[in-house]
């Protein structure tokens, strides 16, 4: 195998609370073991590392450090194990802003491109 | 996956819920009033039609497949009847993928009696939360259900399940969820035959028994023991 042209995949990881970096470990040793390259931009984030939280309804959130938006901006795809959060909403405004509008359209036709077995389930039979 | 006992292990299930994940109760305007306490759901066209087209172009992708509009417009006239109507209205554009509307609490009660009669369900956010953990305990729970946040941009792959503190830092966690979530990545970033190795890889490991304390607790391993055992049965 030429691993030395193989492409390096950029993803950001979270690993978060409890349970979180247990499993994370575990998916990332079998990803690698795949044989496809990846480059993990890991970062705490969760329950000890909540940047804000403050009184109230608006406030009443847990925000995501701007390093971590700066990083999935970047690397497009990012894993997320789970963080006891109140809402993740840095991320929510990162998903729906569209300094590039990129269909729906085109975004299934790039999974279509991109599925070989023809279904990607989310619950698997 | 058939080698998961749950109550339905005969029956063939196969389901991808599409929920809107922007809007609707989860917006996070709440407030307190003199008599007790308001919360605000948001609908916007855009939003609705976003998901429908997200849904329909994957159901026309994968299968052609019946996609199920879940909805409770009829007591949410405006919300959810704009959500109804916009998704109504895609779907006529897809003449080729069926569709049905079916109110949620009715469509609840039939995916528990016959879960096989549904394959792609469209739905917005507060009923997918709903809907996708009950879909989850169809197949055998959270621990084996991944989760994707697909954006215009931006993609977020994510395991269903909580942070299950009470076991946390003992090493028996299920990493399924999250791996099968990681699978979904690798479809997304085109690395699509990686996916199908560690499916594979994950199949051959629960055929030959090796499965952690959530599916059953007599004989399982622990998390690090399971992944290495699907490694192992990574074909090269």
């Known amino acids: 195998m030429r691993a030395s042209k193989k492409k390096v995949y950029s993803v950001t990881v979270l690993p978060g609370d409890g349970i979180g970096p247990e499993v994370m470990a575990a998916t990332q040793k079998i990803l690698e073991a795949t044989g496809v390259r990846f480059h993990w931009d890991v970062f705490p984030f969760g329950k000890a590392t909540a940047l804000t939280k403050g009184r109230g309804s608006k406030k009443d959130r847990v925000r995501i450090p701007k390093e971590i938006v700066d990083s999935i901006k970047k690397n497009g795809a990012h894993l997320k194990a789970r963080q006891q959060r109140r809402s993740a909403k840095g991320i929510e405004a990162l ?25 990607v389930s989310l619950m698997c039979p | 996956m058939h080698s998961i006992k749950t109550r339905f292990s005969d029956v063939p299930i196969a389901l991808v819920i599409f929920r809107e994940n922007l809007e609707d109760l ?6 307190r009033t003199p008599r007790g306490a308001e919360a605000t759901a948001v609908f916007t066209r855009a939003g609705c039609k976003r998901i429908a087209e997200f849904a329909f172009d994957f159901a026309r992708c994968h299968g052609r497949k019946k996609v199920t509009i879940v909805h409770k417009a ?25 569709c049905e509307d079916l109110i949620a609490d009715n469509f609840m009660m039939q995916l528990v009696r016959n879960p096989q009669n549904f394959s792609f369900v469209l739905t917005p956010n507060f009923l997918g939360d709903l809907i996708s953990d009950l879909a989850a305990g169809l197949v055998g729970g ?6 994707a946040n697909i954006g215009k941009k931006y993609a977020v792959f994510e395991a269903v399940h909580g942070t299950a503190d009470d076991i946390a830092g003992k090493g028996v966690a299920n990493p399924l969820s999250l791996l099968l979530s990681a699978c979904m990545m690798l479809n997304y970033i085109g690395e699509s035959s990686a996916d199908k190795r560690v499916r594979e890889a994950i199949a051959r490991t629960l055929t030959d028994g090796i499965y952690t304390g959530d599916v059953r607790r007599e004989g399982s391993v622990g998390t690090d023991a399971f992944a290495q055992a699907i490694i192992a049965r990574l074909k090269k």
């Not at chain 1, 729906?96 to 023809?118: D, G, H, N, Y």
């Not at chain 2, 109507?85 to 897809?94: F, I, P």
């Open chain 1, 95 to 119: 998903m729906s802003s569209s300094e590039t509008p990129l269909s729906c359209t085109r975004m299934s036709a790039l999974f279509k491109a991109c599925t070989a077995s023809k279904r």
């Open chain 2, 74 to 98: 009829n007591i949410l006239k405006e919300t959810h009847g704009l959500f109804l109507k916009v998704a109504r209205q895609v779907a006529k554009r897809y003449p080729d993928v069926p």
């Open chain 2, 26 to 31: 989860y917006i996070g305007k709440e407030k």
């Open chain 2, 142 to 147: 959270l621990g084996i259900a991944p989760g």
